[in-house]
């Protein structure tokens, strides 16, 4: 009844009864009138409806409606953390959960090839030995590494295991982050998952507990664009009225922004101060000028110094 019904689609006795015979069930009127009653009360909603002297049932309510699915599903394709190949799998699952009619809407819809797409396989292991270490409250141990010129993976920290207390699992601009707390520096950092290798729980105890607990991990995610790392700084900006939006989307609906002149607000920021930071006020063209502080005024005027075309 999943598989082949659903509120556009639905299937008479005698038809039920048919589709019963593929899988040589003999079956009785009588007894589908109980399975079907069966069904609703294990919260399986059979429903049904008369259309002239013919009685039709099918599946109503479900886990997901065909919306929510088709949300999840967009989620997975355009994920760059996930590659091809798992998005491919996770989609053929999620489409088990809807009619087949619908499992065809979905799979219509859903273009992956061209995206940018992740090559590393192990990221779900990965994902599934951090969740397991937080609720064992364990350490984790990993390898890390970057691309190198050749598009080759190069293991950083000169291929030595980082040892770090796992904390939270973080999303942000597409990537899948892990924030840790490493003992050596007395502070959280983060890290890609999907640059993660070798990931193992080991039996030492997490540390950093106190720090967690007053991490805001909303604030963290906002101050470090792209997750890039930096001093953090209270940066005031000018702002034209227009920006508004942008300034609420990225840093909150709490910030406050203070009214300068008819055109112009002025507010003040905490922000990891990176060249990812200074590149996003670049990009608004202008709209968003920085006041201070004057370290970061400075800084932003060596970034502007640089040479970007030969």
């Given at each position: 009844m999943q598989?082949?019904?659903?509120?556009?689609?639905?299937?008479?006795?005698?038809?039920?009864?048919?589709?019963?015979?593929?899988?040589?069930?003999?079956?009785?009127?009588?007894?589908?009138?109980?399975?079907?009653?069966?069904l609703n009360d294990f919260g399986i909603e059979i429903l049904k409806r008369q259309e002239g002297f013919r009685t039709y049932y099918y599946c109503g309510a479900r886990d997901f409606e065909l919306a929510e699915l088709h949300i999840i599903v967009d989620a997975i394709a355009?994920?760059?953390?996930?590659?091809?190949?798992?998005?491919?799998?996770?989609?053929?699952k999620i489409e088990h959960m809807a009619s087949n009619y619908d499992a065809r809407l979905i799979d219509r819809n859903v273009y992956v090839s061209n995206r940018v797409k992740n090559m590393n396989e192990?990221?779900?292991?990965?994902?599934?030995?951090?969740?397991?270490?937080?609720?064992?409250?364990?350490?984790?141990?990993?390898?890390?590494?970057?691309?190198?010129?050749?598009?080759?993976?190069?293991?950083?920290?000169?291929?030595?295991?980082?040892?770090?207390?796992?904390?939270?699992?973080?999303?942000?601009?597409?990537?899948?982050?892990?924030?840790?707390?490493?003992?050596a520096v007395d502070n959280f950092k983060h890290y890609r998952v999907d640059k993660m290798l070798q990931?193992?729980?080991?039996?030492?105890?997490?540390?950093?507990?106190?720090?967690?607990?007053?991490?805001?991990?909303?604030?963290?995610?906002?101050?470090?664009?792209?997750?890039?790392?930096?001093?953090?700084?209270?940066?005031?900006?000018?702002?034209?009225?227009?920006?508004?939006?942008?300034?609420?989307?990225q840093f909150g609906r709490n910030t406050s922004l203070m009214k300068v002149d008819d055109s112009h607000f002025r507010v003040r920021v905490d922000v990891a101060v990176s060249d990812q930071f200074l590149g996003w006020i670049v990009a608004l063209g202008g709209r968003v000028v920085i006041e201070g502080p004057e370290g970061v005024k400075e800084r932003m005027r060596e970034l502007l110094s640089m040479k970007y075309i030969n």
């Open positions: 598989e082949q019904t659903d509120e556009n689609h639905a299937l008479t006795m005698a038809e039920i009864i048919a589709e019963l015979k593929k899988y040589d069930i003999e079956a009785q009127r009588k007894s589908i009138y109980d399975d079907l009653d069966a355009s994920s760059k953390f996930i590659t091809l190949k798992k998005s491919k799998e996770l989609i053929e192990s990221i779900f292991y990965t994902v599934d030995a951090i969740q397991n270490a937080i609720a064992n409250n364990h350490r984790i141990r990993f390898k890390y590494f970057s691309w190198n010129m050749e598009g080759k993976m190069e293991l950083r920290h000169d291929g030595a295991y980082y040892d770090i207390s796992p904390w939270a699992l973080l999303w942000d601009d597409e990537n899948y982050y892990l924030v840790g707390y490493d003992k990931t193992e729980e080991t039996k030492e105890k997490r540390q950093g507990a106190t720090k967690f607990r007053k991490l805001d991990k909303e604030v963290y995610s906002k101050r470090h664009f792209r997750m890039f790392g930096g001093q953090e700084e209270r940066v005031t900006l000018l702002c034209e009225n227009e920006m508004a939006n942008v300034i609420i989307d």
